[in-house]
Nanobody, 124 residues
Framework: QMQLVESGGGMVQAGGSLRLSCVGS????????LGWFRQAPGKEREFVAS????????AYGSSVKGRFTMWRDNAKNTGYLEMNALKFEDTAVYYC?????????????????WGQGTQVTVSS
């Protein structure tokens, strides 16, 4: 079993930045691909970014490409999401997800383990 804990959410003005962290458990963190998803009230869960187990493949959703950056530090069992040029539309609960596979999926159904989520609120 993989346990995931997100942190770093909060309130920020439009145009600002936040960095989210996702800490995983165990000694096999580098066997898991990671994903970031977000869900706003009344909307479906949306793909944000993903990274393969060793960080060789990274993908972003079209709505965040060019503004968000994902990376991981397997020595620290941590995945990161740097969010820049934040917009009001980025307001959502952000979830970290993991699956024991080499190549990450870009849909929520492709992940087995999920964190509890962290709220990001962008004011206009």
């Amino acid at each position: 079993q993989m346990q995931l804990v997100e942190s770093g959410g909060g309130m920020v003005q439009a145009g600002g930045s936040l960095r989210l962290s996702c800490v995983g458990s165990g000694r096999t963190f580098d066997r898991y691909s990671l994903g970031w998803f977000r869900q706003a009230p009344g909307k479906e869960r949306e793909f944000v970014a993903s990274i393969s187990d060793l960080g060789r493949r990274i993908a972003y959703g079209s709505s965040v490409k060019g503004r968000f950056t994902m990376w991981r530090d397997n020595a620290k069992n941590t995945g990161y999401l740097e969010m820049n040029a934040l917009k009001f539309e980025d307001t959502a609960v952000y979830y970290c997800a993991a699956d024991e596979r080499n190549r990450p999926a870009n849909t929520a159904g492709g992940y087995t383990y999920w964190g509890q989520g962290t709220q990001v609120t962008v004011s206009s």
